[in-house]
């Protein structure tokens, strides 16, 4: 049963290793499905350089309001909290970029209604 136990916990650790190597030098996962009131908590932002998280409104296909932004060092963050200024109207994206203009990776954040 231990073997068992080992060989499953084994296999997880390359998974979720496998997983994070082949998203590219930049990336973003999302914490839980959240309600998008005043915060959004990301699990990790990996940045190739020193880069800023935006959170945008997101209705229809389109993107809408700046929400709130957070700045992330090169490398792992962990657990990034995001500030809203005011809730998302339906759902929202968060997007890493290191110059304002150039998206490094977009990624939807779910909305709990």
């Not at 979720?16 to 839980?32: D, E, K, L, R």
């Not at 997007?95 to 998206?103: A, I, R």
């Amino acid at each position: 049963m231990t073997n068992s136990i080992k060989t499953l916990v084994a296999a997880a650790v390359v998974a979720v290793a496998g997983s994070a190597a082949f998203a590219g030098p930049n990336y973003i996962i999302p914490g839980q499905a959240q309600s998008l009131t005043s915060t959004v908590n990301l699990d990790l932002v990996r940045a190739d350089a020193n880069s800023t998280v935006y959170i945008y409104d997101f209705h229809n296909g389109e993107r809408g309001a700046l929400l709130g932004s957070e700045a992330v060092h090169a490398g792992a963050n962990t657990n990034v909290k995001v500030q809203l200024s005011r809730p998302a109207t339906s759902d929202a994206i968060a997007v890493l970029s290191n110059d304002g203009v150039t998206d490094l990776d977009v990624r939807d954040v779910n909305n709990v209604q």
